[in-house]
T-cell receptor
Framework: NAGVMQNPRHLVRRRGQEARLRCSPM?????VYWYRQLPEEGLKFMVY????????ESGMPKERFSAEFPKEGPSILRIQQVVRGDSAAYFC????????????FGPGTRLTVT | AQSVTQLDSQVPVFEEAPVELRCNYS??????LFWYVQYPNQGLQLLLK??????LVKGINGFEAEFNKSQTSFHLRKPSVHISDTAEYFC????????????FGTGTSLTVIP
């Protein structure tokens, strides 16, 4: 499967724990985007990364959330000290260099905070 | 920032009837426009996109959409729906200048009735 891969697909965390969501972009893609979908809402942009660089994090909450896209390996969205309001579906998308409007989405990670 | 309005949150339609899902956006700049479909517990699949050129865009599964710049609309249509079209449909917009951040509507739930 050459598409965008996300794991885990489902993640359950207790309040106060850390959540780590992983995204492997499509082969040949060097740009990754994270979106959050709250229940009954559309997707909201969180952050845009290239390898080893955060390009635009204007949609990231100021606290507890961080993202990285290392030179090797998947992109990671980290949520520290999760709260019930973090329960959502988190989608990753990727694009090739120079075509940010050609974003391909992964299947998402559904985070449930109990 | 862009805003995208999907006027109908739920659209029930009988099988083989035509359907139109409405999408309006607010923008003072040139945009790219997209429609995505999301089946239950799955990721987003691109139906069609408008980047430039002809304002009538044809996509997969028999869907088409028309870009109307004066009305800032990008309505999705299908002349005859099938049961398998039951899903959530999202309209999205990105600025041509940057393109990296997609703005999504809140979605329209299409239910096809046998």
């Amino acid at each position: 499967n050459a598409g965008v891969m996300q794991n885990p697909r489902h993640l359950v965390r207790r309040r106060g724990q850390e959540a780590r969501l992983r995204c492997s972009p499509m082969k040949g893609h060097s740009h990754v985007y994270w979106y959050r979908q709250l229940p009954e809402e559309g997707l909201k942009f969180m952050v845009y990364l290239q390898k080893e660089n955060i390009i635009d994090e204007s949609g990231m909450p100021k606290e507890r959330f961080s993202a990285e896209f290392p030179k090797e390996g998947p992109s990671i969205l980290r949520i520290q000290q999760v709260v019930r309001g973090d329960s959502a579906a988190y989608f990753c998308a990727s694009s090739a260099q120079g075509v940010p409007y050609e974003q391909y989405f992964g299947p998402g990670t559904r985070l449930t905070v109990t | 920032a862009q805003s995208v309005t999907q006027l109908d949150s739920q659209v029930p339609v009988f099988e083989e009837a035509p359907v139109e899902l409405r999408c309006n956006y607010s923008s003072s700049v040139s945009v790219y426009l997209f429609w995505y479909v999301q089946y239950p517990n799955q990721g987003l699949q691109l139906l069609l996109k408008y980047l430039s050129g002809s304002t009538l865009v044809k996509g997969i599964n028999g869907f088409e959409a028309e870009f109307n710049k004066s009305q800032t609309s990008f309505h999705l249509r299908k002349p005859s729906v099938h049961i398998s079209d039951t899903a959530e449909y999202f309209c999205a917009v990105s600025d041509q200048g940057t393109g990296n951040q997609f703005y999504f509507g809140t979605g329209t739930s299409l239910t096809v009735i046998p």
